[in-house]
Each structure stands twice: as structure tokens, then as C-alpha cells.
């Protein structure tokens, strides 16, 4: 698995077109940024931070439709935005659910 995984620079690279993605949908931003605590005149800042670019990630990841809907706007394989969190911060955490 690890053999398939993304560089660090193409997983933020990756994190970053999934926030602008998400700035882009203006059904699933409020959501997201109650979910992460950003603040809309702190989002770039936040966007610098590799924790954050996970953060983003993991909301992505939290529905199957977010992952299909980003995935075919971006034309990126349906599991990419996983291979992407394993990389970045906290995405070596096992996942209990």
C-alpha cells in the first residue's frame, strides 16, 4: 500500500483542488466550515497548513457522494482522495468505524 501512496507535495497539491472544490459548492461550504472551524477570512491561512489540508480531506471522505462528485469534477480516480489522507498528517491513524 504504501508503494502506491502520493508524494507529501501531490497529496497537498491534491487537498488544496478538493478545498477549492468545496469553496465551490455552495450546498456543502457552510458544512464544512462548521465541521473544521475555518473562518472564511482565515481560509487561506489555513490552506498553508498540512493539518488543515487533512481536515479537508476528511470531509471529503466522509461521504461516498462528496468523494464520487469531486473525483469526476477533478477526473481523478475514485480512490485517490484516500491514497491523498494517508499522506498528510493524522491519515496514519487507524480508523475504528
Not at 504504501?2 to 497539491?13: G, I, Q, V
Not at 461516498?64 to 480512490?79: K, M
Amino acid at each position: 500500500m504504501k508503494d502506491d501512496l502520493p508524494s507529501r507535495d501531490a497529496a497537498e497539491r491534491t487537498a488544496l483542488q478538493a478545498l477549492g472544490w468545496l469553496a465551490g459548492q455552495p450546498d456543502l461550504l457552510p458544512d464544512f466550515m462548521a465541521a473544521t472551524g475555518a473562518a472564511p477570512d482565515s481560509l487561506r491561512e489555513a490552506a498553508a497548513r498540512p493539518e488543515f489540508l487533512g481536515a479537508v480531506l476528511d470531509f471529503l471522505l466522509a461521504e461516498d457522494s462528496r468523494v464520487i462528485a469531486f473525483c469526476d469534477a477533478a477526473n481523478l480516480p475514485y480512490t485517490l482522495p484516500m491514497r491523498v489522507r494517508a499522506v498528510l498528517p493524522g491519515g496514519d491513524l487507524p480508523h475504528w468505524t
